[in-house]
């Protein structure tokens, strides 16, 4: 009878920690997702306003969450906030929020901050 007892709880132990590091895995997976798809937004939206202009920031700011958002496949809530961009120097910084629910049910959210400034003058 104890060793029934003890085999149930070591059963439900490991059952507890396969579920948390799930929860710690997907969380790493999200986090790396935002951010390489962050960065890839940014760099490719300086790229083409080296290359051609963008006649202003909204223009900017539409062609990178175009690029953004194909980058995404998780299925969170995004928030993207511009806290700036500027089109005269080639710079922008963006701030994504994403909320999701584990699956332990918990509403769970990531924070990426990424800024990016073109370093080449125009001459």
Request: hydrophobic share 35%.
């Given at each position: ?68 958002k194909s980058q995404i496949t998780s299925d969170g809530i995004l928030k993207v906030n511009v806290i700036s ?39």
């Amino acid at each position: 009878m104890k060793q029934i007892i003890l085999s149930a709880c070591g059963c439900l132990l490991i059952i507890y920690a396969v579920y948390a590091n799930q929860n710690f895995a997907d969380e790493a997976v999200r986090e790396s997702e935002l951010n390489l798809a962050l960065s890839h937004g940014i760099n490719q939206t300086l790229e083409m306003h080296k290359e051609s202009e963008f006649e202003s920031e909204e223009d900017m700011e539409k062609y990178f969450m175009k690029l953004f958002k194909s980058q995404i496949t998780s299925d969170g809530i995004l928030k993207v906030n511009v806290i700036s961009s500027n089109c005269q120097y080639g710079m922008l910084d963006i701030e994504v929020v994403e909320y999701f629910q584990a699956s332990d049910q918990k509403e769970r959210e990531i924070t990426v901050r990424k800024c990016g400034i073109i370093d080449e003058q125009k001459s």
